[in-house]
């Protein structure tokens, strides 16, 4: 009952509060994320400026190795849940990841990101073991991206070497984290993120746009609470349903919504790395090319073996499934070329003390 004395102020208002980096309000964030027409066009410019001056014109790319679509969860959007049987499961040997981490190298990739569902196959010494063997071999910084495991595990793979850690947390709602999350726990999840932080990983969380029930104020304390928390690399995307998951019926996120939250990001986080995902590129084939100019700075092309990229269906009708590591760079690289900007050459780790 409370939120309904809210008092949202006027767009130029909450814009001006946002560009001046006022203290966090769902006052103005809530307004600058329903903006539409040319208040959406100025919010989506705005965040373009600062990313510019910010972060400059480079895009980092990152590659992403799905190493395994084993799940032992059953998130409620997510395809690879583990109770989707039509979803043909495989898992990548260390010697295959090595691989196309090597590859991925040698085309000029800085960093590589190792993501999978929650599968404990991999166990803490399992992957210890590969990401030592990573970075003995490389010279890639790693990012990993597994889901929620114990503290013990998490300083295990830090002190084997990872660099980063992803773990989004897909909505910072409890009654919605909940429904969606038949084996998962708002506070865990939180607290994993906690520790990840604690252990000195570069942090990168986010979230969903267009869950059921999510509203734009639902979006504004998500991005609070990623403030609060000190993220440094947000990836957020638009929820796609995916038929063989109880969200099936659902509408699913717009680019729009997306877009309109990247760029509130970027006023909100002016030195954060932002992905232009995949996602957003199945929404529209230029998708990824809005983001980078609302916002983002960053992408994260497929590197992942082409007999498998299928199955790793998170979400329906992904783009790039048949493209092999060299022709994907080739062509991401063309895309950041022909937006006038430029493919970055340093590794893009994040920038701490300007946070
Ligand atoms: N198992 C790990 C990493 C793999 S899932 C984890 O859950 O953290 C990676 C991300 O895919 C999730 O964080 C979620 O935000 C996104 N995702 C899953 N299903 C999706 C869907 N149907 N539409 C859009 N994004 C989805
Ligand atoms: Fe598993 Fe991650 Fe999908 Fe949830 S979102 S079912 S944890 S892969």
Known sequence: MKENKIEYIDFERALAAAISGEPLSVAWLVPLLDAAGQNET???????????????????LRGLIEF????????????????NKKVGRYRLSKEEILECALKAEKLGYKTIVLQSGEDLHFS??????????????????????????????????????????????ETTDPAIFKKIHPDSDLEYRKNCLYTLKKLGYQLGSGVMV????????????DIIWLKELGVEMIGIGPFLPHKETPLKNEKGGTLKQAL?????????????????????????????????????????????????RPLYEIYPNKICLDENADKCFGCVTARIIALGRTVGADYGHVIRKKL
């Open 42 to 60: 100025l919010l989506i410019l705005s965040a373009d400026k600062v990313r510019a001056s910010t972060m400059g014109d480079s895009v980092h």
């Open 68 to 83: 395994s679509n084993y799940c032992r969860k059953n998130c409620h959007y997510c395809g690879l849940r583990k109770d």
């Open 124 to 169: 803490t010494e399992i992957m210890s073991g590969i990401i030592k063997e990573l970075k003995e071999k490389t010279k890639l910084a790693v990012t990993l991206s597994l889901g929620e495991r114990d503290e013990e595990t998490y300083v295990a793979w830090r002190q084997a070497g990872a660099d980063r850690y992803l773990l989004r947390i």
């Open 210 to 221: 267009g869950l059921p029930g999510q509203d734009a104020l639902s979006l504004a304390k």
């Open 260 to 308: 309109r939250l990247i760029a509130v990001l970027r006023l909100v986080f002016p030195y954060a790395h932002m992905p232009a995902t995949t996602a957003m590129g199945t929404l529209d084939p230029l998708g990824r090319e809005q983001a980078l100019e609302a916002g983002a700075n960053v992408m994260m092309p497929n590197i992942t073996p082409t007999a498998v």
